[in-house]
C-alpha cells in the first residue's frame, strides 16, 4: 500500500498472512468455543519471532520497525482477534514498557525473555475503580527497606494467567495525584505450567518470582475468547527497588505513552476484523442466489461493500499513518487516538454489515462473522474508551489552535 510498505513490508506481511491461514484458520473456531488459550500457535509465533517483532536484535528480537509490528497484528486479526491480541498485548503493553523506561539492567534482564516469546507479558493498569479514569489508581506501594510493599488489584488484564512478566502501577506518593504514581515489573509464574512445558514456551524457572503476585479468575468474555483475561492480584507483595520502571512518579505518564502506541496496535487489529469479514461477505454474495440471480447482482450490495471497502482503505491509511510517524520518532499521540477511534468503530460496523449481507447463515458459527462481530466491540472500549479517544483528539486540537502547532507531515516511504 503505497506510500507507507517497501517491498520487505509486503513480503513480511505475506509471511504472516501464510502463516494465519495454514496454523490459526483451522482452530480459530474450536478454541473460541472452548475459550481455550491457542499454546501451540504461541510456540510456532514465538518460533517465528512474532512475539518481538520491533523489539532490537540484540535483545533478542527481530530488530524491524513499528509498522512490521502493526502488519502482523492486522494480519492475525484478519483471520482470529484472539491470536492478535495475544501479539499486541505481548508486545506493545508487555514488553515496550520495559523497553522504553527501563535501565539497561531491567533490559538484559526481562526483554530478551519476552522478545523471544520464552514468556509472555502483560500490563497492569485497569483497576475496578480506575477504567477510564486511569489516574485514579488505589492500588498502593508503600517503600520499605530495599523495596516497596504492592498491595491491590488489578482488572481485565490480558496474560493475567498464562503470563509471567508484568508492569504495573501503584500510587507511592497519595498526595500527588496523578504524578504519586509510578511504575514497577512483577514476575509471577505461569497458571498452565503443563502446557508451557509441552509445547517449550511460556515459564522461566530463573525469573524472580515475587510472593503475592499471583492470577485470580478467568474471565467469561462475549469476545477475545481465546485470549487470557484475568484479574492479577497484588497481595503485599514486595518488590525490590530494582524493579521499579522508570523513575519514582513517573509512571502514569511513562504508561500514557505505551498507551498511545497500544492505540495503533487496536486500530490493527480492527482494520483486519473489518478485512476479515469483507473477504467473507464478498465471497458468500459472489457464490448466493437469490430471486434467480446472484446476490452481488444487487445494486445495494454492491453499494454496502463499496462503503466498506473505502472505510478499510481509509482505516488502514490511519493506522499506516500513525505506525509510520511513530517509527520516525515524531508526535503520534493525536494521529493514534484518531486511527483507533475511526477502526474501531469500523470494524463493529463491518462486521455487523457482513452478516447482514449473509442473512441468516451469518448469524451462524458456519461462518466465522459473528465471532468476528463478537471480537470487535472489545476494540471500542479497550486501549481507551472511544470517548476517551474524543476527549484526546479534542485536547490535542485545542492545543493546535492556542499555541499554533501544526499536524505532523507524514514521512512516507518510497515503495
Keep these: ?104 539492567e531491567q533490559k538484559e534482564r526481562f526483554v530478551p525473555p519476552l522478545a523471544s516469546g520464552s514468556v509472555l507479558g502483560g500490563f497492569g493498569l485497569t483497576e475496578p475503580g480506575a477504567g477510564s479514569d486511569s489516574g485514579g489508581t488505589r492500588t498502593r506501594a508503600v517503600r520499605e527497606d530495599g523495596g516497596y510493599r504492592l498491595e491491590g488489584s488489578k482488572i481485565f488484564i490480558t496474560h493475567a494467567g498464562v503470563g509471567e512478566i508484568f508492569t504495573v502501577t501503584a500510587v507511592t506518593d497519595p498526595e500527588r495525584g496523578a504524578r504519586g504514581i509510578s511504575s514497577f515489573v512483577v514476575c509471577k509464574p505461569t497458571v498452565d505450567p503443563e502446557e508451557a512445558r509441552r509445547v517449550g514456551v511460556g515459564h522461566r524457572d530463573d525469573l524472580p518470582f515475587i510472593e503475592g503476585v499471583r492470577s485470580g479468575k478467568k474471565e467469561d468474555k462475549m469476545g477475545w475468547r481465546a485470549s487470557d483475561t484475568r484479574e492479577l492480584l497484588l497481595d503485599d507483595a514486595f518488590v525490590p527497588e530494582g524493579h521499579l520502571l522508570g523513575e519514582e512518579g513517573a509512571g502514569f505518564i511513562n504508561f500514557m505513552k505505551t498507551l498511545d502506541a497500544g492505540r495503533i496496535g487496536v486500530a ?43 472505510r478499510i482503505q481509509a482505516g488502514r491509511h490511519l493506522t499506516y499513518h500513525a505506525a509510520t510517524l511513530m517509527d520516525a520518532g515524531v508526535s503520534f499521540s493525536r494521529e493514534a487516538a484518531m486511527a483507533k477511534l475511526f477502526c474501531s468503530e469500523l470494524a463493529m460496523d463491518a462486521t455487523m454489515d457482513a452478516i447482514q449481507l449473509m442473512g ?7 461462518f466465522p462473522v459473528e465471532r468476528m462481530m463478537r471480537d470487535a466491540k ?14 484526546v483528539i479534542a485536547r490535542h486540537l485545542m492545543a493546535e489552535l492556542v499555541e499554533g502547532v501544526e499536524m505532523d507531515s507524514p514521512p512516507f516511504r518510497d515503495a
Design 360 to 366: 441468516g447463515v451469518g448469524y451462524t458459527n458456519e
Design 1 to 104: 500500500m503505497r506510500p507507507y510498505l517497501t517491498p520487505d513490508h509486503i513480503a513480511f506481511r505475506d509471511q504472516v498472512r501464510d502463516f494465519a491461514e495454514e496454523f490459526i484458520a483451522p482452530v480459530a473456531r474450536e478454541l473460541d468455543e472452548e475459550s481455550r488459550f491457542p499454546w501451540d500457535n504461541v510456540k510456532r509465533m514465538a518460533d517465528r519471532g512474532y512475539l518481538g517483532v520491533p523489539v532490537p536484535e540484540e535483545l533478542g528480537g527481530l530488530g524491524r520497525d513499528y509498522l512490521s509490528y502493526i502488519l502482523t497484528v492486522e494480519e492475525l486479526a484478519k483471520v482470529d482477534a484472539s491470536h492478535a491480541i495475544t501479539v499486541s498485548a505481548h508486545t506493545t503493553l508487555g514488553t515496550s514498557p520495559i523497553l522504553s523506561f527501563g535501565t539497561p
Design 268 to 310: 490493527a487489529l480492527s482494520v483486519g476484523l473489518a478485512e476479515g469479514a469483507f473477504d467473507t461477505a464478498i465471497r458468500f454474495v459472489r457464490d448466493r442466489e437469490q430471486f434467480g440471480r446472484s446476490v452481488w447482482s444487487f445494486q445495494q450490495v454492491q453499494f454496502r461493500l463499496a462503503d466498506m471497502a473505502t
Design 378 to 391: 472489545i476494540c471500542e472500549i479497550g486501549e481507551g474508551t472511544n470517548e476517551i479517544q474524543r476527549m
